[in-house]
């Protein structure tokens, strides 16, 4: 196969020299209101494979990347509390014959982390990319929880632009009693 990345013949879906090269991940912290949230690289730097989230090829993509970020910080993480945790991946709808945030929050099952797919679905169909902040203030993505309550949680995405989509998916899970210890983003676009 080609790698996915720089298109030369390849064993694995990256191959070694971009794994080693380009896809490095390091973590950042921002914060969102309350809201804590960690990323795994700069958007520039990996937006060639984000970009095929609505594509078929997508569906490998994102599960790799989340082997390579998400997965071994969950288990660093359950290592040191094992507290049960849900897994709330952001607007998990299916197209192209999959959801990539579900792609991502697959890679969060272990012993003590949970996902619970498809629980927080916006309500609507706006999209926020290439759109202002007063855009996205005026045009909630009106997110809809039917998953559990009570619960300590970890908040899934692909990408953090502005912050708005998380901050009003946090809103949504303070409302139904869920507490959300942080959340996780493959990529920062402002980084
Ligand atoms: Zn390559």
Excluded: W
């Excluded at 520039?44 to 994102?62: A, C, D, M, N």
């Excluded at 507290?83 to 014959?97: M, Q, T």
């Excluded at 912050?163 to 139904?176: C, D, E, I, N």
């Amino acid at each position: 196969m080609r790698c996915f990345s720089c298109h030369r013949l390849s064993l694995s879906l990256i191959c070694q020299t971009c794994q080693e090269r380009l896809f490095k991940p390091s973590i950042k912290k921002r914060q969102v209101g309350q809201l804590e949230v960690y990323s795994f690289y700069p958007y520039s730097t990996i937006e060639s494979l984000l970009l095929l989230k609505h594509k078929p090829q997508g569906y490998r993509v994102f599960n790799y990347l989340a082997q390579i970020t998400f997965r071994p910080f969950i288990q660093a993480y359950i290592a040191e509390d094992s507290r049960d945790i849900a897994i709330i991946g952001v607007d998990e709808k299916i197209k192209e014959g999959y959801s990539h945030i579900a792609c991502l929050s697959k890679q969060m099952q272990t012993a003590h982390s949970h996902p619970q797919y498809a629980s927080l679905l916006s309500q609507n169909s706006i999209k926020y990319a290439g759109k202002t902040r007063k855009y996205r203030e005026n045009n909630p993505r009106d997110f809809l929880y039917t998953g559990k309550e009570n619960i300590d949680a970890i908040l899934i995405d692909d990408i953090i632009t502005t912050g708005s989509t998380l901050s009003q998916a946090y809103q949504v899970l303070q409302k139904h009693t869920v507490s959300v210890d942080f959340a996780l983003v493959l990529a920062d676009v402002n980084e």
